[in-house]
Nanobody, 129 residues
Framework: QVQLVESGGGLVQAGGSLRLSCAAS????????MGWFRQAPGKEREFVTA????????EYADSVKGRFTISRDNAKNTVALQMNSLKPEDTAVYYC??????????????????????WGQGTQVTVSS
């Protein structure tokens, strides 16, 4: 499995932006489809966005479409989540997740948390109103 470490969380006012980063070690991310999930207090972990190993395909939850952008740099073994126009309801712990895939899966994305086999420890994002 790949080891994942998130960074970039923090406190921001509504309407502001944050950029989360997920750094991988132990394996090359080019063998992994990646995703971001979040979990607010008292709520289930929910899907935010995902990207195929090639970067050719992405998927977003309706609640973040047009505001969040996922990207990846396989050469640097990193995945990023650019979050703009943040809202108080975006407050949560954000988790980076990875799933080992074959090279043929270059356009496949995964949106359910049980489909992933590697997880980071999470980073807190707090949006104040």
């Amino acid at each position: 499995q790949v080891q994942l470490v998130e960074s970039g969380g923090g406190l921001v006012q509504a309407g502001g932006s944050l950029r989360l980063s997920c750094a991988a070690s132990g394996r090359t991310l080019s063998n992994y489809a990646m995703g971001w999930f979040r979990q607010a207090p008292g709520k289930e972990r929910e899907f935010v966005t995902a990207i195929s190993w090639s970067g050719l395909s992405t998927e977003y939850a309706d609640s973040v479409k047009g505001r969040f952008t996922i990207s990846r740099d396989n050469a640097k073994n990193t995945v990023a989540l650019q979050m703009n126009s943040l809202k108080p309801e975006d407050t949560a712990v954000y988790y980076c997740a990875g799933r080992s895939v074959t090279a043929y899966s270059h356009t496949v994305v995964y949106t359910r948390h049980h489909e992933y086999d590697s997880w980071g420890q999470g980073t807190q994002v707090t949006v104040s109103s």
